[in-house]
């Protein structure tokens, strides 16, 4: 689930890629309002948060930018603004959410689960696919009834194919929505992963479609 982070305060934004990532996201940080419309035009991200007082564009010509360009991506709205006035304009340009600051960082990470199962149109923190299911708070996975212990990137990549279970993905695709810019990434990186999860949960966990890429498998245990 990548994220992008548009914050100009250096400690609040240390500290929010910190959490974000103990959450499993990958995040990408701007500092001013003209990188993170670049960087929103690129349509690359399932999430984004934006601070409104930002250097060179503010983040409402932000919001509104990406709204008029189609761009659809959800935005939760972090700001020290606090009138209700504010509020109100945000959410009208098409902000999703809006959380004022100071905050909390747990009900941040829950109101973007939220978003993110709105966008995927699941009613509850679960993905689930015959004996597969993914719970997207705990990020756990089991398999039977059964706690599968996996690593970061091999849950991201469950993940991902589990939210479109009709889509064949390729390996860069994949690899997109898992990967930050700049991560250094070995060029057989999915197919480690996708190696690692059928031994620990099942060989018929991801199917490989040839030529194409991977899709979730039927979840038949
Ligand atoms: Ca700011």
Redo the contacts with the bound molecule.
Sequence with gaps: MRILLV???ESLASGLRLALGRARYTVEHVRDGVAAAAALADNAFDLAIL?L??PRLDGLDVLARLRAGGGVVPVLVLSARDAVRDRIQALDLGADDYLTKPFDVDELLARLRVLERRRSGLPVNQLRRGALQLDLAAMSVRWQSREVEVQHREFMLLRRLLEHPNKVFSRQELEESMYGWGDGLASNAIDVYVHHLRRKISPDVIQTVRGLGYRIGTGDA
Excluded: P, R, Y
């Design positions: 914050e100009d305060d601070d007082g930002l």
